[in-house]
Nanobody, 130 residues
Framework: EVELRESGGDSVQAGGSLRLSCRIP????????FAWFRQAPGKEREGVAA????????TYGDSVKGRFTLSQDFDKGTIDLQMNNVKPEDTGTYYC???????????????????????WGQGTEVTVSS
C-alpha cells in the first residue's frame, strides 16, 4: 500500500508562517508529478503547488504565488510546502498527491486534473485567523 503522510498543519494568525511536510516513499523521488492541493469547507479542491520530482522547477496556483514555496528534501524523505504571509483564505485541509504521469505537472494542467492523481495523503488542517 502506497502511503503519503502530511504533517505540520496548525492554527496560525494572518501574516504568519507555516511549513507543511509530505513524507513520500523513495520510489517517488524522480519523474513523478507531485502536488499539494487544499480544500476549504464548502469549496472545491484547489491546486496549490506542483513539481516533477527530482526536477528543480515548481509551479504554483495563482493565489499562492510569491508566498508559498515547494521544496524537496529527500534526505528527510519529504516534499515540503513553506507558507509565508498566510491569509485567512489559506484555511483548509491540505493534501499531498502523486500522479504516475509526470507530464501532468507541466503547463499547469495539474491544477484542473486533481481527480487524475493516483495517490493521496489523509490531509493536514490549516487554520488562519485574522
Amino acid at each position: 500500500e502506497v502511503e503519503l503522510r502530511e504533517s505540520g498543519g496548525d492554527s496560525v494568525q494572518a501574516g504568519g508562517s507555516l511549513r507543511l511536510s509530505c513524507r513520500i516513499p523513495s520510489y517517488f523521488y524522480r519523474d513523478y508529478c507531485f502536488a499539494w492541493f487544499r480544500q476549504a469547507p464548502g469549496k472545491e479542491r484547489e491546486g496549490v503547488a506542483a513539481v516533477i520530482t527530482g526536477s528543480d522547477k515548481a509551479t504554483y496556483g495563482d493565489s499562492v504565488k510569491g508566498r508559498f514555496t515547494l521544496s524537496q528534501d529527500f534526505d528527510k524523505g519529504t516534499i515540503d510546502l513553506q507558507m509565508n504571509n498566510v491569509k485567512p483564505e489559506d484555511t483548509g485541509t491540505y493534501y499531498c498527491a502523486v500522479d504516475n504521469w509526470f507530464p501532468r505537472c507541466k503547463s499547469g494542467r495539474w491544477r484542473a486534473q486533481d481527480a487524475s492523481f493516483h495517490y493521496w495523503g489523509q490531509g493536514t488542517e490549516v487554520t488562519v485567523s485574522s
